[in-house]
């Protein structure tokens, strides 16, 4: 059987919409409880949750309110009994087999600690469809085929998230007490790139499985916590987090180095902008190579990244004309001297 826990804070028509997809899913006999916890002060919610009088939702109202990442410690708390907990933001919603292709993944893998899917980009309901790339657990795995749900070992879940966020918090479906036992990461003091570090803890206790085809669906708006961080200081907070990833990792430094920088070496050329796209991040590539223990190899590689940068940032303002006649130039030298060899 599995818990969901649904953290909301008074978004109605939100929450709703999270709940009608809790309760279209295909493997909703195997839902033991829903945990809607309102943490926003509006006891509305709870006429939301009654509309639904199928599902078994147990209803909390934070009095007083908890922070964010004290809310969700609470979640985690010793009322999770069942064998599975998955989690579910109430601005985000799943296809209606998120959990039975969880599970069914789960139980085919009885050493994976947690699963996650990845995920549609919208703004609401009605809304143009965007698609998330894969491309953290994709770089991670060894760049596999497309058609199997993957399993990833601890060393290719920290290469994933060396890049970035590699799953969501509502796409994960963990076995109960691992989550519980993964709880510390929602002890910290700033509510930010938490879902990064709690996917790397998992990943200590068993391998991950990630599904390539999106099965969720992450609602970008207006009112998301992460949007109330400065560009600047998220970036930091995310530079902070990948220290804490290479100091806790269990992993000695420079294997973690060879296996980032052999990844990078291998990517398939297809994903070769998408790839640049997280290496110039102030929290990638820069933040591993101020650190000693890493090697001289992410220091060129360092060097390149810059390099690219700055021919990238040019071809902004530089008219692509003059690149081209740069390029006619070279080949007619090129063709002299081949003549002069001749």
Not at 151 to 169: S, W
């Amino acid at each position: 059987m599995i818990n969901i826990i649904l953290p909301t804070i008074g978004r109605l028509d939100m929450l709703r919409q999270a709940l009608r997809s809790v309760n279209a899913q295909t493997a909703r006999h195997r839902i033991s409880r829903v945990l809607v916890s309102e943490n926003g002060g509006n006891r509305e919610t709870g006429s939301v949750c009654r509309e639904f009088p199928g599902l078994p939702i147990h209803y909390v109202f934070r009095d007083p309110q908890l922070t964010p990442l004290d809310h969700h410690q609470s979640l985690l708390g010793d009322g999770l009994q069942d064998t599975y907990t998955a989690i579910l933001h109430d601005d985000d919603w799943w296809g209606p087999d998120h959990l039975a292709q969880a599970l069914q993944a789960l139980e085919r893998v009885p050493q994976a600690a947690a699963y996650h899917s990845s995920v549609f980009e919208v703004a609401a309901e009605s809304s143009p469809l965007g698609c998330d790339a894969n491309f953290c657990f994709w770089f991670g795995a060894g760049f596999p085929r497309i058609d199997s749900v993957w399993e990833t070992d601890r060393l290719q879940v920290l290469l994933a998230a060396l890049l970035m966020t590699p799953g969501r918090f509502s796409s994960l479906v963990a076995r109960t007490p691992l989550l519980k036992a993964a709880s510390p990461v929602f002890k910290d003091d700033i509510a930010y790139d938490t879902d990064r570090k709690l996917t790397v803890m998992l990943s200590r206790a068993g391998s991950i499985l990630y599904n390539p085809v999106p099965q969720v669906f992450i609602r970008y708006h207006e009112s998301q916590d992460q949007k109330s961080f400065a560009r600047e200081r998220s970036g930091r907070i995310m530079a902070h987090t990948t220290d804490w990833m290479i100091e806790t990792a269990g992993i000695p430094p420079l294997e973690i180095a060879r296996h980032f920088l052999d990844a990078v070496r291998n990517c398939p050329l297809s994903g070769s902008t998408l790839l640049h796209s997280y290496l110039v991040q102030p929290w990638c590539v820069a933040r591993l190579a101020a650190r000693p223990d890493m090697g001289p190899g992410f220091q060129s590689l360092d060097h390149w990244v810059r390099r690219h940068q700055r021919r990238q940032s040019l071809k902004r303002y530089v008219p692509p004309i003059l690149f081209e006649a740069k390029q006619r130039l070279w080949v007619r030298l090129g063709r002299k001297a081949s003549s002069a060899r001749d």
